[in-house]
């Protein structure tokens, strides 16, 4: 298969380099931690490494190495769509090279060979509470996949060595899955559609995914689900859904649980629900002035909001001092395909008055919009409309990076993470001893 072999080929060197770095230079310091980071989420802190993607606070996310512009020039094109094949993507972010369109099929293939879902996954969704937010079910279902886990079947009988090749498997497996199950979801959920899917294994996973959403215009959405599922793939080791995967993984939970950890982490909402929160906020600006407003009526809106002690969705960000590229990838899309409708053009014009507003205000260390400032404006012009679910895309998405990172994590031989915790008392000794030494 062709992810294996590539993967393999490159294994030797990446394993002598960090062999190197474990071995000869375990003592050389990376950077000091202050008090400030302890208490403060750990931000900052140096402690994770990754090959996938790099966040650049200057330019935003780099995959292997390529800014967004660049990745979605250089992937070979769905048929019929201007967007790249997303097998091209997970290709690009397992093997670290731009794939031939050869390649990037070949991944789609081994997807479409593993698309089944086991009827009793179906059947624990459909017995599921109507209620039932639609992150439990995606991640129930994940979990509920873990029997076919091929890691956890062959853990005793491995060495660590090929640990990698079952962690491989069970990243296809799982990705081939997620397109059909978050589509039966969504389906069943908001629809009460609970008819069993089929993937087809002539059209590409965004076409997949558009077909069996139902959306009305196919061939638009399949584009932005290729677009959507690229962009939010990988962002980091860092974020809370990339590092409870890691995490997971860390213990040698296979793909399975440790995939629905990161979807748990997702859920929260200080991760993947500010999309939903923006086009809240987007609509009730148009609801409140019947339409698109004036540049100056937006400028009084926003410094309401920040007035009223609230922040304005989809600007800032805690690593970007740029507008996000994925922000920008995502207008370009609805600039070129729809540029008429009234929620872009709304968000458009946010995009000119807000960044304005939070200078002014000045405490946004970054006052451009991150991604989240318009993914849901694209699938509301869509039709899909139910804010819940838009976690769920995010999903799809995501799986594609941390999968790329815990494959590489088994092959590289990671250990478990067990960071080191202090008390209060502990802390407050080491400041006051700090200001001893100053004084
Ligand atoms: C993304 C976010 C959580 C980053 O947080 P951060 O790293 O703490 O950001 P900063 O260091 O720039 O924050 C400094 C101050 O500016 C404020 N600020 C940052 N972005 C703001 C925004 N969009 N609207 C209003 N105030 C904002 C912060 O709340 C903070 O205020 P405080 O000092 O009173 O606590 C933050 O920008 C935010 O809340 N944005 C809006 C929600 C959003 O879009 N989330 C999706 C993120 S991908």
Request: hydrophobic share 45%.
């Amino acid at each position: 298969m062709i992810l294996h072999e590539k993967i393999a080929e490159q294994l030797p060197a990446w394993r002598e380099r960090m062999k190197a770095l474990a071995k000869e230079h375990a003592d050389v310091v990376v950077d000091h931690v202050t008090v400030g980071q302890v208490v403060g989420g750990m931000r900052d802190v140096k402690a994770l490494v990754t090959d996938i993607s790099y966040v650049d606070p200057a330019e935003g996310i780099r995959f292997r190495g390529m800014s967004i512009p660049e990745v979605l020039k250089a992937l070979p094109k769905a048929r019929g769509g201007k967007m790249p094949l997303v097998g091209g993507l997970y290709y690009l972010l397992m093997v670290g090279e731009v794939p031939t369109r050869e390649q990037a099929l070949e991944v789609e293939a081994e997807w479409a060979r593993r698309a089944e879902i086991p009827d009793y996954v179906y059947k624990m969704l459909k017995s599921m509470p109507k209620e039932t937010h639609p992150m439990t079910l995606f991640s129930q279902a994940v979990l509920a996949l873990q029997n076919s886990s091929v890691f956890a079947a062959k853990y005793h009988e491995m060495k660590k060595d090929v640990y990698w090749e079952a962690a491989l498997e069970d990243s296809l497996n799982l990705t081939a899955k997620l397109p059909l199950l978050a589509a039966f979801i969504y389906r069943m959920k908001y629809f009460g559609e609970t008819k069993k899917m089929k993937y087809n294994p002539r059209q590409d996973y965004g076409m997949n995914f558009a077909r069996m959403m139902k959306v009305e215009d196919k061939k638009g959405y399949a584009d932005l689900a290729r677009l959507y599922f690229i962009l939010h793939s990988d962002h980091e080791s860092g974020n809370a859904s990339a590092h409870a995967m890691h995490l997971t993984g860390s213990t040698l939970s296979d793909a399975y649980y440790a995939f629905s950890a990161a979807l748990n982490a997702l859920a929260g909402p200080l991760h993947g629900l500010a999309n939903q929160e923006c086009l809240a906020w987007l609509l009730d600006v148009y609801k409140k002035f019947g339409g698109v407003p004036s540049r100056d009526d937006l400028y009084k809106y926003a410094w309401d909001t920040l007035n009223s002690g609230h922040v304005i969705p989809g600007y800032g960000h805690a690593v970007l001092r740029v507008p996000d590229p994925r922000f920008t990838a995502q207008m370009e899309f609805a600039k070129k395909n729809f540029p008429q409708d009234d929620l872009v053009r709304l968000a458009d014009l946010v995009f000119e008055v807000v960044p304005q507003v939070l200078r002014e205000q000045g405490k946004a260390k970054n006052p451009a919009p991150n991604v989240d400032a318009i993914s849901g404006t694209l699938q509301y012009y869509y039709g899909v409309r139910e804010f819940d679910f838009y976690t769920v895309l995010f999903g799809v998405g995501r799986a594609l990076g941390v999968t790329a990172n815990y494959v590489w994590a088994r092959a590289l031989g990671w250990p478990i993470e067990r960071p080191k915790s202090l008390t209060t008392k502990m802390l407050e000794d080491i400041v006051a001893k700090a200001k001893q030494a100053v004084n």
